[in-house]
């Protein structure tokens, strides 16, 4: 059994055993979730497997925070949080342990947490620099909850708390992929076709072999000076994308070793919060960039600025640039009439959110731009709070772009709107 499966099994099988104790009289009080239905209509030349929707799904999601009787004079908890989901598009049934994990205080400056947990850090709003822990962009596209954009990971997590400065560090034995553009829901540019491609293809994904080598680790350090947030950043691991072909001629590809090396800083700027972030990627397999089938080394640097406006209005905006170093080589190693990706990418975003109608109503315009690109990303929704447990949401992803190959402009067959009801418990 590959240990993949193994996981999806163990998952189905303490979420059966999540609900059935949790049912039990003195669990209920610790007990909350929602139950959610979606449904998602898609627009334009779409080639997936599905043409007319992407989403349409029942989903029960339940929460328990347990405090176990063996960890008595030590501070602890256990928390599962586990999900049943019925998906019309795959047409099947699944049970999912989305976070199971031990937390201990075993001293006042030392705290940690062991299991399969939801894993972030960074400053960017849907933008990563240093948040290299596995992401679901399918979902993001398709009109899912914003929880979902985040992927969880079996791994073990230690924070050291000093006067001076804390530690953050991270121990991930196995690798966890980002769910990305496979062309089952999304059709997307396909680099060894040159077209846009859709439907399930054929093709070979190597994963890093689960051993020591392997293992991820990811450190921050951080503190706090004045209401200034300041972080250096360590990552050792791989690319959470195929970045690599093993094999053209057999459509085979690998996720390159990747080490990433960066710092943020977050504080108030003119009545609001400013914050800068960057980091230096070291592509392990190719470090001069002299091999083309293999991700180049990059810098990525990013500024943003949020404040609170009047009449229950945000606004907030951000300025990514990606630069690919060892350039050259990278045109060199593209062949004949493949498209090229600029040296230097620039991204725009824009996020207005106003709350409406003593703040039930929540009206919500994320935008991506890149000048270099020139393709376009708007993420509008409207979320109506009918009662303190039921919740309507109504939104829309909407692409365009001038050319194919870039990273919006090859979902602009995906166009869709998308409406989800949630109640809670």
């Known amino acids: 059994m590959s240990f993949t499966l193994l996981k999806k099994s163990c998952a189905a099988f303490v979420f059966v055993l999540f609900v059935f104790y949790a049912g039990s009289s003195h669990a209920v009080e610790g007990l909350h979730g929602f139950a959610e239905g979606g449904w998602g209509l898609k627009f334009g030349d779409e080639r997936a497997e599905k043409d007319d929707f992407n989403l349409a799904e029942a989903r029960v999601q339940l929460k328990y925070l347990y405090f176990p009787g063996f960890l008595e004079g030590l501070s602890g908890e256990v928390f599962l949080k586990g999900e049943l989901l019925a998906d019309g598009y795959d047409e099947s049934v699944t049970a999912d342990a989305r976070e199971l994990n031990l937390f201990l205080r075993p001293l006042d400056t030392l705290d940690i947490k062991a299991g399969r947990q939801v894993l972030t850090w960074g400053t960017g709003d849907y933008l990563f620099i240093n948040d290299l822990f596995p992401k679901d962009y399918v979902s993001f596209f398709i009109g899912r909850d914003d929880e979902y954009l985040k992927l969880p990971s079996d791994a073990v997590r230690v924070w050291l708390f000093t006067d001076t400065v804390n530690l953050d560090f991270v121990l ?8 990305s553009l496979r062309g089952d829901r999304l059709s997307f540019y396909d680099g060894l076709t040159g077209e846009i491609s859709g439907e399930s293809m054929d093709r070979v994904f190597t994963e890093p072999a689960g051993s020591t080598e392997n293992m991820e680790l990811a450190l921050r350090a951080y503190g706090n000076v004045k209401g200034v947030e300041a972080a250096l950043y360590l990552f050792n691991g791989f690319y959470k994308e195929p970045r690599g072909i093993k094999d053209a001629s057999r459509e085979e590809f690998f996720y390159p070793r990747l080490q990433v090396y960066g710092f943020s800083v977050r504080g108030p700027v003119l009545g609001g919060v400013g914050n800068i972030e960057a980091g230096y990627y070291s592509s392990r397999d190719d470090l001069d960039g ?8 990059s810098i990525k640097y990013l500024a943003g600025y949020s404040r609170d406006l009047r009449d229950d209005l945000r606004a907030g905006v951000q300025y990514l640039v990606e630069e690919t170093l ?14 090229a990706a600029d040296e230097f990418r620039h991204l725009l975003t824009l996020r207005l959110t106003k709350l409406l109608r003593a703040q039930t109503v929540e009206a919500s315009l994320f935008t991506f731009y890149s000048p270099s690109d020139r393709d376009v990303y708007l993420r509008p929704s409207v979320g109506y709070k009918v009662t303190d447990n039921l919740k309507v949401t109504a939104g829309a992803n909407i692409f365009s772009g001038r050319f194919d190959h870039t990273e919006f402009g090859q979902l602009e067959g995906n166009n869709n709107v998308y409406a989800r009801v949630r109640y809670s418990f």
């Open 326 to 339: 060892y350039y050259d080589r990278y045109r060199e190693s593209l062949s004949e009439g493949t498209p």
């Open 290 to 297: 002299s091999d083309g089938a293999i991700e180049n080394p």
């Open 172 to 179: 991930i034995p196995f690798f966890e992929p980002d769910n």
